[in-house]
Structure formats: structure tokens, C-alpha cells
Nanobody, 115 residues
Framework: QAQLVESGGDLVQSGGSLRLSCTAS????????LSWYRQAPGKERELVAS???????DYLDSVKGRFTISRDNGKKAVYLQMNSLKPEDTAVYYC?????????WGQGTQVTVSS
């Protein structure tokens, strides 16, 4: 059964750093496009960063230069390194894996940035 499990969310002060991890099982991981989304209270879910199978990246404008997405196909893991965190980064962060018509979501991990 395909599954994504996130970890690494926490409460951190403004300016701090966090590293989110997402581990996959039950999929041919290396072929998938991997993404991190986030959803803040009362807001729609938005794409934060994506990383294709051929390692092309894309970032939400507001996180460019602060966040870095990476993957380790051997460990079936995708990471989101978040630096210089701001209170507006507070949200539940979701891992997403997509291949053609198949999309898998993780359960989410809470990131809270205090001012």
C-alpha cells in the first residue's frame, strides 16, 4: 500500500530553521515528482516546493532563497530544509508524490513559527 509519512514539524522562533522529512513506501519512488504543500488556518493549500524525477525544482516565490527541497531515492525520502522562518510560514505541511494520474498525500506535519 502506497504511503507517505512526514516528520520534523515543530514550534520554532522567527528566524529559526527546521528540516521536514517525508518517507515513502509502496511506490517506485525514483519515478515520482515530489512536492511539499502547506495549508494555514482559513487558507487554501498551496504548493511550496517541488522536485521532479530529473531533479528540476520549483518554489513558491515567498520561500525562494529560504527553503530547499531535496530527495534521496535510496532512502525513498524527500526533505524540506526551511531557514529564516517567519510567522507567516506557520501551517500544516504536506508531502505529495505524483506520477501521471496517481497522487499520494501524507498526513501532514505542523510547523508553528512564533514571533
Amino acid at each position: 500500500q502506497a504511503q507517505l509519512v512526514e516528520s520534523g514539524g515543530d514550534l520554532v522562533q522567527s528566524g529559526g530553521s527546521l528540516r521536514l522529512s517525508c518517507t515513502a513506501s509502496g511506490i517506485s519512488f525514483s519515478f515520482y515528482k515530489l512536492s511539499w504543500y502547506r495549508q494555514a488556518p482559513g487558507k487554501e493549500r498551496e504548493l511550496v516546493a517541488s522536485l521532479s524525477a530529473d531533479r528540476k525544482t520549483d518554489y513558491l516565490d515567498s520561500v525562494k532563497g529560504r527553503f530547499t527541497i531535496s530527495r534521496d531515492n535510496g532512502k525513498k525520502a524527500v526533505y524540506l530544509q526551511m531557514n529564516s522562518l517567519k510567522p507567516e510560514d506557520t501551517a500544516v505541511y504536506y508531502c505529495n508524490a505524483r506520477l501521471e494520474t496517481r497522487t499520494i498525500w501524507g498526513q501532514g506535519t505542523q510547523v508553528t513559527v512564533s514571533s
